[in-house]
């Protein structure tokens, strides 16, 4: 198998777990424990074809190491939903 491209930029949050998956060399199924999930939803997720519930957000931060949202903490709404994600 050829290597996967890694220098791409991520637009979503599947993209984000893609590229940070391919540099740690792993697959999806080596990456789904630390998320928590099966290696399909993983798949689901890089493909854009579902999006990870809220739930699942505290474990994809921890293995991506940052926050893929950008930051927008201008509301009382918009800080509770960063919270939210962060926990």
């Given amino acids: ?6 220098d791409f930029e991520p637009r979503t949050i599947g993209e984000h777990i893609k590229k940070r998956r391919l540099k740690l060399k792993l697959t ?3 990456a789904s424990p630390q998320l928590g999930v099966d290696p399909m939803t993983i798949l689901n997720w890089e493909k854009g ?8 957000l505290p474990a994809i931060h921890r293995f991506l190491g940052y926050d893929p949202f950008p930051p927008a903490t201008t509301t009382i709404a918009e800080r509770l939903i960063a919270k939210r994600r962060q926990e």
């Fill in 28 to 30: 999806q199924a080596q």
């Fill in 1 to 6: 198998m050829k290597p996967k491209k890694t």
């Fill in 49 to 56: 074809k579902t999006t990870p519930p809220m739930p699942y």
